[in-house]
Structure formats: structure tokens, C-alpha cells
């Protein structure tokens, strides 16, 4: 009897170490972990591009930043830039969510995105005062290849670019709640040179407004003719500026969207002086563009 008992545990003991035999393997460090599933012997499906290759992606493969350049800023917009990482996605929408901005809706045209090819959708920027700064999203409105939609939202990188872009607004907005700032006098004096008056006057409020400077443009070098003004009491107050065209290259002259901007640093109250960028009407801002043409043409000749 005993005999047999000890047969029968041998024969269960071999039955177990068999078993565990063909179910594990080492990792290598000397302990024994279960085995994955024996391998397929059949080929996967390939991934498909578009929507579904990022369909865990919460993103859809985008990345974005929000970019300024010297171009955007008369017109008022900004860049959202998308690279994808997945090919066949086409973008149908595009919407920009900033605290602290006013946005209109991009356009993009059905634009079609590439791997790694970043693509550029301007969109239309304003102040909201009413609220702080805060991360900038895009939200996307995607399409693949079969049709198939989607709307993700992307988050921007934005360098500090929306809070300046809140703190000019807000700082151009109160500005001119409480003045008027405007070219009244433009007259070509030897140089030759063009010389600007500009008017600050009072519209509302109290805060006292200082021209601390002028910077220069594309085109020109603008510096003060006389001491720069404070408006602080006075009905107005005028500064005279004189604008030397610098620059005759094509590239400069071919920024006429600059060419007649004057860029001012003003200071209302006590606060830090800005930047403010000062916008002629139309007819002055033609002269000033013509005479630069003119300027470079005569010393050309």
C-alpha cells in the first residue's frame, strides 16, 4: 500500500512540473513568469491613416502653437500653427479659445495636413478686458479620407503671447477711451524727410498721457523734433516728429502694411509707459508710403 501511494504522488508530481513547464518562461533574472499567448501565425490588419490611426490620441496627433508675426499685427490676427503627426486628415473648422481675447472663427479652407508638415490658420484677435488671461485651445473640426468627422481641441504653446497681446489690447483700450490720438499735419521738409504733428487730445477721463518715445518702422527712422508732451490738464497737446526714410531694399518697401505706422510708448497715469502703435487715416498713411517710394526712386536716379 505504501508502495503504491508513493507511486501515485510521483505520477501527480510529474503531471504538475510538466504543467508548469509548458505554461511559463524566464524573464531572464531567474524567476518564472506566465507565458503570453502563443503568436499568431496570421499577418495584423494594417492601421489605417487618419481619424482612426489616432483614434486614442485625444488630440488626433496635432500639435500646436500660437504665433504673432510682424505681418499680423496692423491686421489684427493671429497664427494658430498645427503639425500633425497622422497623414489624410483634412481641417474643415477652426476656433480659438483664449482668456483675455476676443477671437473670430479661422478659415481654413479644407486644408489638407501632412506628417510633420506644419500649416498656418490665421485668426481674427481682439481685448476682452473682462476676464484675465488665461491657456489658449484650438478646437479643431477634423475629416479623414472616408468622411468621417471629428472635433478635438488642441492646446497652443504661446510663449506669454496671449497675456501681451490682453495687456496691449487693454492698454490701447483705455488709452483711447480717454484720448484721441491722431496725425493733423504732414509736410516735407530737407532731408528729404517727411514731418508729422500729433495730436493728443482729451476725450474723457483725467489720467495724465505721456509720450515717453517714438521707435522707428520698416521704412523709416522717427524721432522727436522738440521735447515730447504731457497731456495732463490741457484740452490737447502736439508732438512733432520727423520720419527719414532708411531703407530703399525691396523687402522693406514691400512691407507697406508697416511703412506708415508710427510706434509710440506712451504712459497714462502711473502706470509703466507701452507700446502703442499709432494708425494715419488712409490718405496720410498713402503719403507716407508714396514718399518713401519716391524718396528711393530719386536717389536711385
Known sequence: MDAHRRTLRAVAAAAALALVAGCS????????QLSAAPASTT???PVPVGLAAVAEDPHAGLTGVLLQFRRDVPRGRVEVRLTPSADGLVVDGLDLHAPGLSTGPGDPRGAALRPGAAVDFPVAVGGDCAVDAGAATAVVRLRDGTGAAREVGVPLEDDG???RLHEGHCFDQ????QVAVEVVDLREVAGPALEATVRVRRVAGADPVRID???PNTVYDVT????LPTLDGQDDVTAVLRLDPARCDVHALGESYRTSLIGLVVALGDREPHAFVLTPEPAVRERIEAFAVET???GAD
Not at 524566464?26 to 518564472?32: C, I, K, L, Q, Y
Not at 483705455?174 to 477711451?177: C, D, F, Q
Open 25 to 32: 518562461g524566464s524573464d531572464g533574472e531567474g524567476t518564472t
Open 43 to 45: 499577418a495584423p490588419s
Open 161 to 163: 503671447l496671449v497675456q
Open 174 to 177: 483705455e488709452l483711447l477711451r
Open 213 to 215: 518715445r517714438v521707435d
Open 224 to 227: 522727436a523734433v522738440g521735447r
Open 296 to 298: 528711393c526712386r530719386g
